[in-house]
Each structure stands twice: as C-alpha cells, then as structure tokens.
C-alpha cells in the first residue's frame, strides 16, 4: 500500500510538470534574477548634483533685501522733443510734466547703502524706495557710474536685511540663476534660467561701446521694472546686478557682475564717482603673430610710455607685454584700461610682464589721468 502512495504522489508530479509551459518557467527564471538584480544594484546617480529641486529657500534668503525702486523726474517745456501744434495755434499754455518710473535694487549692508542701476534713477527729482515689509522710505544718491550703469543710493531705515555679493567669476555657463525684481510693478517677482555666457559687451546689446564691460547674459525672464535688481547663484549670493534686455528677442538679459560692484562701490562711497587712475601707457590688443613672436600666453602689448607717468618711472618699455594686473590676467586692452581707472589714484598695484621672453614682477603707483 505505501509502494502505491509513492507511486501515484510520483505521477501527480510528473502530470504538473508536464502541464506547466516551460517558457512560464523561463519567465518566472528571469523574473526571480530581475528582483534579486533589483535588490542589489547601486543607488541611482545624479546626473547634475547642482540642480536644486526647488529655488524655495533661496527665494526665501534673498527677497527681503530686494527692493522697489520709484523714481519721479519733472520734464519741462523745454525739455519736450515734441509739441502740440494745437497748442501753439490756439494759445493753450505747454505744461510741465511729471515722468514717473519703476526699478528695484537691493540692500548691501546694514547702513542703508543699496545698489540699483544708473538708468533707472537718471534726472530723478525724486527718489522712493519700498522695502519687502511694504515700508516706503526716500533715497538719496550717492554716486553714480554711467559707463557701468550703476548708482549708489542710501535710505535711513532699521532692521535692513542685506545681500550677500558673491564671486561673479566662479560662474560657470550653464549654471542656474534666479533674477528678482519688480517687473512691471509687481513686486518681488522671480523668475530662474541659467547662464547663457559670460563676458559680453555693450556693442553684443547692439550699443556704443561705453568702455570695458563684461556682461553676465542669462535667459532668466527679465523685464522693464526688473532693472537694478539681483542675479543670484543657487547658494543665494547675488553674483551679479540685472541691467539689460535686447527687445529684438526673449530670453535674453544682461547683468553687471558682482566682481565689477565689488570695485565699483567703495569709490562711489568715497567720492561719488569713480577718479579715474592712469599707468601713463600706450596700449594694443595682441593678435596671433604677436602671440607666436613673443610667446607670451595672454595680455597687452604695450606700444608708448608717457613721459613723467608711472609706468616711465617704474621702468616699463615699449614691447613689454601686461600679462597680469594685481594677480588677473588680462586679456584685452579694454579690460586692462578697466582695471587701470578703478584702481585708486594713489594705490600701488602689482603687474607681470613680459620682456624678451623674460617674466618680470613690477610694482607701480598709479596716478591721476591728466586732463588734456
């Protein structure tokens, strides 16, 4: 009787064996090796660790040192380009206006000073700033720097909450930035992009050239109203000031770096305006054959030395090259002459040059320019 159990437990084996498919087998095989894959693979990677999943804590950080900036300039009967014909026929009198304009900036420190752009409070007759509390308070100038586009104001008010100006160049392009301002006169509005590219000039917005310049360009969406306010890097540094937009496309503004605030601001403290400070060189960009000749990596060649100036007394010559100024390379003529009148009439500044493939360390003492 047991031998007939076996028997018959055995056949009932065999008979679900042979009913299952063997590719449900192959399947549940490949399934099983699947789970245990599963269970055992590495964690999933981060393809851009430095792309936040929300810009909520930075909007948070840098709002309340954002602030409105209204502007009220009296534009008088003479200073209209246009007239009413109707007007002078039959006698009605021409009356001054009142032009009103919108910006924003932000705070730099505890004192009351905050940054804006130069356009934005221009022949203003009057001044009004608006902080994120909804406190309106009235601004002074302080200094202004037109070829920049920046301006330097002051209020008197308490519990200031300022930004903090970070390093414009560790920017990279590709790196994600929020602009925050007052579009349109809706306040404390943000928007994010990246950084499109870094280094642009006045005549790349299709302008004059105002000089050196080095325009941070962003597609973070900046409109009128959005003038003077910050540029933030997702560690919620302002690493540059919001200044321009091309209005042949979108997605496309400009923004002074910080690096440039950075120099710009002490001066227009101090005096104002910038003094502009004078080495006494002739300059010129190098080129390609230049570059082979003399073997030098970067910089300017210099062509003149000015009699009396500081670089005539420091021992410069004709031919040696401006490789680096105060420990930054120097790249063009612009840049050098950028560096040059911001650097404090009176201040000692460190210069590497090159003469006859040689490198050479040279300090000099600038001076004021000479008014011709």
């Known amino acids: 009787m047991r031998l007939l159990k076996t028997i018959i437990l055995l056949f009932a084996s065999l008979a679900v064996f042979a009913c299952r498919p063997v590719k449900n087998s192959d399947e549940n095989r490949n399934l099983s090796q699947n789970d245990d894959s599963e269970q055992t693979s590495s964690p999933i990677k981060i393809i851009y ?13 840098v709002k309340p040192s954002v602030v409105n900036i209204f502007t009220a300039t009296l534009i008088q009967d003479g200073d209209r380009n246009n007239f009413s014909m109707f007007e002078d026929l039959f006698g009605t009198p021409h009356r001054d ?40 308070v009235s601004a002074t100038p302080v200094g202004i720097e037109p070829t920049t586009d920046v ?30 301002g007052n579009p349109f006169g809706l306040s404390q509005t943000v928007t994010a992009g990246i950084v499109s590219a870094k280094g642009r000039s006045w005549s790349d917005l299709g302008e004059a050239e105002h000089g050196y310049q080095n325009f941070i360009q962003t597609d973070a969406s900046i409109n009128p109203g959005n003038s003077g306010g910050p540029l933030v890097n997702v560690n919620g540094e302002v690493v540059g000031m919001n200044t321009a937009i091309t209005a042949e496309g979108q997605g496309i503004g400009f923004a002074v770096p910080a690096e440039m605030l950075k120099v710009i601001v002490p001066q227009l403290k101090k005096s104002g305006r ?13 080129d390609k054959k230049i570059a082979s000749v003399t073997g030098a990596p970067n910089g300017v060649l210099i062509t003149e030395i000015y009699k009396s100036g500081p670089a005539h007394k420091a021992g410069l010559r004709p031919g040696d090259i401006i490789i680096k100024f105060n420990d930054k390379n120097v790249s063009t003529s612009s840049m050098l002459a950028w560096m040059t009148t911001t650097a404090g009439i009176g201040n000692s500044v460190d210069l590497k040059i090159m003469r006859s493939g040689e490198l050479l360390d040279v300090q000099i003492e600038v001076q004021a320019r000479p008014i011709n």
Request: aromatic residues 8%; proline residues 4%.
């Open 97 to 136: 206006r009142i032009q009103r304009s919108l910006g924003s900036g932000f705070i730099i420190d505890t004192q009351g000073y905050i940054l804006t752009n130069y356009h934005v409070i221009k022949g203003a007759q009057k001044i009004l700033v608006q902080l994120s509390d909804k406190r309106e």
């Open 151 to 180: 301006a330097l104001l002051h209020i008197e008010a308490d519990k200031l909450q300022p930004v903090y100006l970070g390093s414009s160049d560790l920017l990279e392009v590709g790196e994600w930035v929020l602009a925050i």
């Open 274 to 286: 910038i003094v502009p400070a004078w080495l006494g060189v002739g300059i010129r960009d190098m």
């Open 49 to 61: 660790p430095n792309v936040p999943g929300s810009f909520v804590e930075i909007a948070r950080k």
